[in-house]
């Protein structure tokens, strides 16, 4: 390289600093000016609305408790959330990583805009990274009186791929972290925390691969600390009004008032309406066919927003309290996680683990199944050595959901996250065991003591492992096999079962370059 060549290249890289800089300072600049008023939870009353009447006696009467339901089913999961928008009379507050404008997402932006023509307030607080493509549909949300929606660490650059990935280009360490967090709360008395986005995937609605995965229905003490954690999120420097970046919707109310009402109307929405029908309303939360876990140790617990802007971690963070749930294992650790890069760290901390005695098992995403193939080629490297030290690993089938969705999809993917420790304690929330939920994402979930609730979680483990749904790991020599037990004859795999070359080489070569920390 001669020195003319690399005296342009540290000019372009002092340029490329100089304008990174000059657009932190710029985006601080903006986002102080911009930011919205303040606002908390609305409190709890004891009959005010259809959700107190239904829930409010039944808290009553576990006081200092948490009240636990298991959402594992897709169309469950839609229709809790659907109920708990209907019922409501006084708050709605929806926090989501991802929520998409197809058709379940419109069949729930729906629901909240009839929920706020009743009266109801509505805060929805969405990560700027996956909404570029419904700021039409959250503008015009956000004209109702009673509905603001506010963008987590956004960019400004709202119109046009160049311009926002140029913006995102420079301000890449601050975009990098994203708030991964999932929260449905409904007048401060259910509040639905777990692993599932909104969006055709995680409702069986999606043709062609739906989600596996998996919710906690919360009453109780609980729901108090999952108001506390929104407002927090929802006062902080990064949660910028979407009236501040989008001046003028492109869709006006009226017109999406139109739109969701045909989509309502339309057959697809036949099955999900049905559902709801046959449903006695909110009450059907805490009556007939669902089991409520009740416990004095089960809590919310998250990462601070201050964790998207860099700050020091502190032993209160989701981290460190999770490892030193699971490390208190003194038997069994199962762990369910679809996006799964334990590090070198990890994978020292889980042999010590079986050095101990501990049965540790994992359930993750095969390379077919998996919609990031980047977290696959970082987990990948890691299959050897934890097989040779006793560590039990599945891996979902691409076609692991053997009953199909309610549109003819047979394509699954895992995306529960959730651990069960000596069939007593566990949890379920949005916190991947990788490096990116350890160090850059904010994450949630419900962190509980109580051993029906971490028995059904067991079931609900041994469900996916078995082999209808998941590949067997095992080792010969240095050679891995994926045993399909399910298979008739029984087949052993040699090579990553039904990826395609493609797959198996993008995987291959992202394994060897050095991004683990960003997966």
Do not use: C
């Amino acid at each position: 390289m001669t020195r003319k060549t690399v005296k342009w290249l540290a000019i372009a890289l002092l340029a490329f600093v100089l304008a990174s800089l000059a657009a932190l300072w710029s985006y601080g600049r903006f986002a102080h000016q911009v930011r919205g008023p303040s606002s908390h939870a609305l409190p709890a009353q004891a009959a005010a609305t259809q959700v107190d009447r239904a829930i409010a006696p039944v808290a009553q009467a576990h006081a200092g408790q948490t009240g636990m339901v298991l959402l594992a089913d897709n169309v469950d999961a839609f229709a809790a959330r659907s109920l708990l928008a209907r019922g409501a009379g006084r708050s709605l507050d929806l926090q989501y990583y991802m929520w998409h404008p197809d058709f379940t997402g419109n069949l729930l932006y729906g629901e909240i805009l009839q929920a706020a023509d009743r009266g109801v307030r509505v805060r929805l607080l969405l990560d700027d990274l996956n909404v570029r493509g419904s700021r039409s549909v959250l503008a015009a949300l956000d004209s109702h009186p009673l509905i603001e929606v506010r963008m987590f660490n956004p960019t400004r650059a709202r119109e046009g791929t160049f311009m926002r990935g140029v913006e995102m280009l420079l301000r890449m360490v601050s975009v990098n972290r994203r708030m991964h967090n999932k929260a449905w709360i409904a007048d401060g008395q259910v509040a639905i925390v777990g692993g599932r986005n909104v969006g055709d995937e995680y409702f069986d609605a999606a043709r062609d691969t739906n989600f596996m995965d998996t919710d906690v229905a919360v009453l109780g003490d609980a729901v108090g600390e999952a108001s506390r954690e929104f407002d927090a999120y929802w006062n902080s420097p990064n949660a910028i009004p979407l009236s501040a970046l989008v001046k003028q919707p492109s869709t006006e109310l009226p017109a999406l008032r139109q739109t969701l009402a045909t989509g309502l109307g339309s057959p697809s929405a036949k099955p999900y309406l049905q559902k709801l029908a046959q449903s006695p309303g909110v009450r059907s939360l805490v009556e007939g066919q669902r089991t409520i876990h009740w416990s004095k140790a089960a809590h919310i617990i998250s990462d601070p927003p201050e964790k998207a802007a860099g700050a020091t971690p502190a032993p209160d963070w989701m981290t460190p309290v999770l490892i030193h749930d699971m490390a208190s294992t003194q038997h069994q650790l199962l762990l369910i996680s679809p996006y799964f890069v334990p590090g070198d760290a990890g994978l020292r901390w889980m042999s010590d683990l079986r050095r101990r005695g501990v049965e540790l098992g994992v359930l993750t995403n095969s390379l077919a199944a998996n919609d990031v193939v980047a977290v696959h080629g970082g987990y990948a490297g890691y299959r050897v050595p934890l097989l040779r030290r006793g560590v039990a690993l599945y891996e979902l089938k691409a076609n692991g959901k053997p009953d199909g969705s309610l549109f003819g999809s047979s394509g699954a993917s895992l995306h529960t996250k959730a651990f069960v420790v000596d069939g007593r304690t566990g949890f379920v929330g949005s916190f991947n065991l990788d490096p990116r939920s350890m160090n850059l994402n904010t994450e949630m979930g419900l962190l509980f003591e109580q051993p029906d609730m971490a028995r059904e979680l067991q079931r609900l483990y041994a469900r996916k492992t078995a082999p209808p749904v998941s590949y067997r790991l095992t080792l010969t020599g240095d050679g891995l096999n994926w045993h399909d037990d399910a298979a008739k004859p029984p087949r052993i795999w040699t090579r990553e079962p039904e990826a395609s070359v493609w797959r198996r080489g993008a995987a291959k070569v992202i394994g060897w370059l050095p991004v683990e920390s960003q997966l």
